[in-house]
């Protein structure tokens, strides 16, 4: 970790990652991909869970047992394609609230086009944890962690699975304060900001549109 950036360099997420970029791998296999690599990365995005002590008793004898603290994580899923990274952490963390956020990239000046928000009432004193498997330009990126700060969310950091550098350098610069998770850091953007070599358009590969 760097920077407050973690590259999850980790074999599985690798090989995961592979059979997604290839342009032959379709929808179906496309989503179960993205869903499994968000399980491996949220082991290791979630390590400062805060824990607590829950009295139990086992089939031998009592005991504290640590269990995760409440209230729950708010999970925050950047549309459209986030949703496919959100299920994968919903498996491991089911009891999360999630919020969405409707953003969409315009084709031509590729800023970032708010359209949606809807959360959890409270997300402001939560745990977040935002997921969108691209991190391009980083707009869609930098527009919820404000839409969130504006909210007054504090604890908050994003999981990504594919970056660029340019987009990485922008996050930094806007609010480095928020720890990154990425599965990996590609070489640069092209002229439509698209990841090279990246995997093409995440939400239409995830919902064949
Ligand atoms: C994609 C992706 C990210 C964004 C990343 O969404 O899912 O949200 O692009 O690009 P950026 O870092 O340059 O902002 P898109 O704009 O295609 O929206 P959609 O999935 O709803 O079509
Ligand atoms: N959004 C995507 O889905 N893919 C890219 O390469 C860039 C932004």
């Known amino acids: 970790m760097t920077d407050n950036l973690t590259v999850i360099d980790h074999p599985l997420v690798e090989h995961k990652i592979s059979l997604l970029r290839d342009r032959e791998t379709k929808s179906v296999v496309f989503r179960a991909l993205v869903r499994e690599i968000a399980q491996l990365m949220t082991y290791e995005v979630t390590r400062d869970l805060v824990m607590t002590d829950r009295n139990i008793e086992t089939p031998i004898a009592p005991m504290t047992a640590r269990v995760l603290a409440s209230p729950a994580p708010v999970l925050v899923s950047i549309l459209r ?49 935002i997921v969108d498997p691209m991190l391009a330009t980083a707009n869609s ?29 922008a996050l930094r610069a806007a609010y480095p304060d928020v720890p990154v998770f990425v599965g990996a850091v590609d070489e640069r953007l092209d002229d439509k900001g698209y990841i090279i070599p990246g995997l093409g358009d995440a939400g239409d590969r995830s919902f064949g549109t």
């Open 81 to 129: 394609a986030g949703n496919a990274m959100l299920d994968g952490v919903l498996d491991l963390i089911p009891t999360a609230s999630v919020a969405h956020i409707g953003v969409y990239r315009d084709h031509d000046t590729l800023e970032a086009v708010e359209y949606y928000f809807n959360g959890p009432p409270d997300i402001a004193e939560r745990y977040n944890l």
């Open 141 to 169: 990126s930098i527009s919820a962690i404000s839409q969130l700060k504006e909210r007054g969310v504090t604890n908050l950091r994003l999981a990504s699975i594919l970056a660029a550098p340019e987009g990485l350098a």
